[in-house]
């Protein structure tokens, strides 16, 4: 992946995104063409969008020994 | 709860403002609050009292501002540099960890994510938001303030002086690389 194709990767797939789920993947498909490759990364993100957002890492943290010995080369 | 009232206030206009040679001075006592705050989270825990980690940095804010001082602006700034700051400290836990149970650091093939456990996660996670820094560092910046910094879609637009569509649009973008790249599938 080079930036220059994620642009054209992300320009896809925030398309996408605005269209109703049900017309989603004509509008992939024909936006595509015959670049497979591009159709396969933005089902993928298009998959990834829709999960549920990652739990926050924050209770690792805090139960970890951070406020007692804390890492030496953190910062 | 004693606070250290500090000068952040003005290190924290100098970031807004594009300074980012003040990162450096500020780090460390950003550090330094967040570890003593959470020294006092942990007795309260274990004295029945529970406090949510994301009112740990508010707390943090208020310190080292000072109540008179805080605003909503520069709340945003500061919780963006606290998102870093807890980012490199969960990654060192996490390669310790990795380190002392001889697994390997990231689970890049297929089908490997599934199971492991949330430092192996918190790894992972970093590692992909490395690789989408290379290609869009605002995105990576908008996944690093969401994911391990707690802000919402109005705080991390502040924190960037953008507006929250933008941050939206960046959002979706981030998250489905994050849930690509973890699942093992990878983009081409």
């Not at chain 2, 996490?94 to 949330?118: C, D, E, I, M, T």
């Not at chain 2, 994050?178 to 699942?183: C, I, K, M, R, Y």
Request: positive net charge.
């Amino acid at each position: 992946m080079t930036p220059e194709r994620w642009v054209r990767v992300t320009d896809v797939f925030r398309a996408a995104l605005e269209k109703p789920v049900g017309e989603r993947a004509t509008f992939v498909e024909n936006a595509c063409g015959s670049d497979a490759a591009l159709r396969r990364d933005i089902e993928r993100l298009l998959a990834g969008e829709a999960e549920p957002s990652l739990p926050s890492p924050l209770p690792e943290l805090m139960s970890s020994s951070f406020s007692k010995t804390p890492p030496r080369s953190a910062l | 709860m004693e606070c250290p009232s500090g000068a952040v206030t003005v290190l924290l206009t100098r970031v807004k403002n594009g300074d980012q040679n003040v990162l450096a001075e500020l780090m460390p006592l950003v550090y330094k609050e967040l570890r003593r705050l959470a020294g006092h989270f942990m007795r309260e825990e274990r004295t029945g009292h529970t406090l949510q980690p994301t009112a740990l940095v508010h707390e943090a804010y208020l310190c080292l501002v000072g109540q008179d001082r805080a605003n909503w602006q520069n709340r945003a700034q500061f919780m963006a540099i606290a998102a870093q700051i807890m980012r490199r400290i969960l990654l060192q836990y996490a390669r310790r960890r990795a380190a002392s149970k001889r697994v390997a650091p990231y689970p890049g093939k297929p089908g490997r994510f599934a199971g492991a456990g949330r430092w192996e996660e918190i790894l992972a996670v970093d590692e992909a938001l490395r690789r989408l820094n290379d290609l869009a560092p605002q995105q990576a910046r908008i996944a690093e303030m969401r994911y391990f910094g707690g802000l919402s879609v109005e705080e991390a637009a502040e924190a960037l002086g953008t507006s929250p569509r933008t941050v939206k649009r960046d959002w979706a973008v981030a998250k489905g690389w994050l849930h690509a790249e973890l699942s093992g599938g990878g983009l081409e």
